[in-house]
């Protein structure tokens, strides 16, 4: 079975524009959540989303956005960037969210840069 | 924010040596996972400890969670250039529905 999906690998873009990063989870898995991963640092939660609706937000300004669609897809978005949003972006996929210890299986990561 | 802080940050070893690596926190956590993480891929989840003084092992490599649930560690006996990477402790946030990441230990095996 394929793993969690993600696109594309790498993105250039320029301060001021803005980005769409896609995620596709692991067929049965209905939640998906984001990270960013800085240089030298863990990843740190932005979203997640379970059935469509948004169940947790991190500490990130209201210029980073996402959906999730009916076929468990998501979508990260990102405007008005700054070179501070220069990461790996992760999404994870599990089955449910949950409290404790449920498993999250991340995929490979979109690595944007902004100049 | 419950904060875990992993030591050390770097590890350079060679081939056969044994190692331990550590996660810290001053709060106590339901459960810690284990990640291992190679240059432009994902975290790949490792292991799952749930009960304070757990102790699970994964072929050469041994993870314990501590009594109070505070603190992992994590114990690789002759370790292997296929070893190399950076390894990630993480807990569920006081909601549950985040994973909260210590900064890792980057670990590089030498033959």
């Known amino acids: 079975d394929a793993g969690v999906t993600q696109s594309p690998t790498h993105l250039i873009k320029t301060r001021g524009q803005h980005v769409t990063l896609r995620c596709s989870p692991i067929?049965?898995?209905?939640?998906v959540s984001w990270y960013q991963q800085v240089l030298g640092q863990g990843p740190q939660f932005i979203f997640q989303y379970y059935e469509k609706e948004e169940r947790g937000r991190g500490n990130f300004p209201d210029r980073f956005s996402a959906r999730q669609f009916p076929n468990y897809s998501s979508e990260l978005n990102v405007n008005a960037l700054l070179l501070g949003d220069s990461a790996l972006y992760l999404c994870?996929?599990?089955?449910?969210?949950?409290?404790?210890?449920?498993?999250?299986?991340f995929g490979p990561g979109t690595r944007l840069t902004v100049t | 924010t419950q904060l875990l802080e992993q030591s050390p940050q770097f590890l350079s070893i060679q081939e056969g040596e044994n190692l331990t690596v550590y996660c810290n926190s001053s709060?106590?956590?339901?459960?810690l996972q284990w990640y291992r993480q190679e240059p432009g891929e994902g975290p790949v989840l490792l292991v799952t400890?749930?009960?304070?003084?757990e102790v699970k092992k994964l072929k050469r490599l041994t993870f314990q969670f501590g009594d109070a649930r505070k603190d992992s560690s994590l114990h690789i006996t002759a370790a292997q250039p296929g070893d190399t990477g950076l390894y990630l402790c993480?807990?569920?946030?006081?909601?549950?529905?985040?994973?909260?990441f210590g900064k890792g230990t980057s670990l590089l095996v030498t033959p």
């Open positions: 994870a996929s599990s089955f449910r969210p949950g409290q404790g210890a449920y498993e999250q299986y």
């Open positions: 709060s106590v956590f339901s459960s």
């Open positions: 993480a807990g569920p946030s006081d909601s549950g529905y985040a994973l909260n």
């Open positions: 400890v749930v009960t304070g003084g």
């Open positions: 067929s049965g898995h209905k939640s």
